[in-house]
């Protein structure tokens, strides 16, 4: 007899369990992660509409726009979202989509790879404490924008990860050209002694 009651107790806490996880946990509303995530998903197409729609309009109004448009959904959702919150949602979808572009820019035409390719030459004067030696790096990996001069007359100085450390004067960029007394590749082999 008890074990009859103990299989009928076990059976209504089974099919309690199975009612509870087929009818009432896929009608709990959605977690705070998932309207964020959603939030996210409506931030990235903001950016692209503010893009494409607000040419006319400069970064600041193009993000408020954004922000006021996001606020919009998170009010529908219910989500109670600061402003600097949702500006901080939009920059990530901006940075995203900088990103995409970035990587879409890179990839090469067909063209473009059976062409050779031109010879860059990067410089680097950051010699070891040993030496006087000035070696100058040769890439085919240069950042965009390397080769323009800035509109204060300026030009970048980059790291080897392609990331601007500061700027020089153009005299002071052809000094430290005109230093150089060693060329080597990527993988550190020398192409060039000049001295």
């Given at each position: 007899m008890?074990n009859v009651?103990?299989a009928?107790v076990?059976?209504?806490?089974?099919?309690?369990?199975?009612l509870?996880?087929?009818?009432?946990?896929?009608?709990i509303p959605?977690?705070v992660?998932?309207?964020l995530?959603?939030?996210?998903?409506?931030a990235a197409k903001?950016v692209?509409w503010?893009?494409?729609?607000?040419?006319?309009?400069?970064?600041?109004e193009?993000m408020a726009?954004?922000?006021?448009?996001?606020?919009k959904i998170?009010?529908?959702?219910?989500?109670?979202v600061?402003?600097?919150q949702?500006?901080?949602i939009?920059q990530?979808?901006?940075?995203?989509?900088?990103?995409?572009e970035?990587?879409?820019?890179?990839?090469?035409p067909?063209?473009?790879l059976?062409a050779?390719p031109?010879?860059?030459v990067?410089?680097n004067t950051?010699?070891?404490?040993t030496?006087?030696?000035?070696?100058?790096?040769?890439?085919?990996?240069?950042?965009?924008?390397a080769?323009?001069?800035?509109?204060?007359?300026?030009v970048?100085l980059?790291d080897?990860a392609?990331?601007?450390?500061?700027?020089?004067?153009?005299?002071?960029?052809?000094k430290m050209?005109a230093?150089?007394?060693?060329?080597?590749?990527?993988?550190?082999?020398t192409?060039?002694?000049?001295?």
């Amino acid at each position: 007899m008890d074990n009859v009651i103990y299989a009928a107790v076990y059976f209504a806490v089974t099919l309690g369990a199975f009612l509870i996880g087929k009818y009432v946990c896929p009608n709990i509303p959605k977690t705070v992660t998932d309207k964020l995530g959603e939030l996210s998903e409506w931030a990235a197409k903001f950016v692209e509409w503010a893009k494409e729609f607000k040419k006319d309009k400069t970064g600041e109004e193009k993000m408020a726009a954004v922000v006021e448009q996001l606020k919009k959904i998170a009010d529908e959702a219910g989500l109670n979202v600061t402003e600097d919150q949702l500006k901080a949602i939009a920059q990530t979808a901006y940075n995203a989509m900088k990103a995409g572009e970035k990587e879409s820019n890179t990839a090469e035409p067909l063209e473009a790879l059976t062409a050779t390719p031109a010879a860059t030459v990067v410089i680097n004067t950051t010699a070891p404490v040993t030496t006087t030696e000035k070696v100058a790096i040769a890439t085919d990996n240069v950042p965009e924008g390397a080769t323009e001069t800035n509109a204060d007359g300026t030009v970048n100085l980059y790291d080897a990860a392609g990331n601007i450390t500061g700027s020089v004067t153009k005299e002071e960029a052809e000094k430290m050209a005109a230093e150089v007394t060693k060329i080597v590749d990527e993988e550190g082999n020398t192409l060039a002694n000049l001295k």
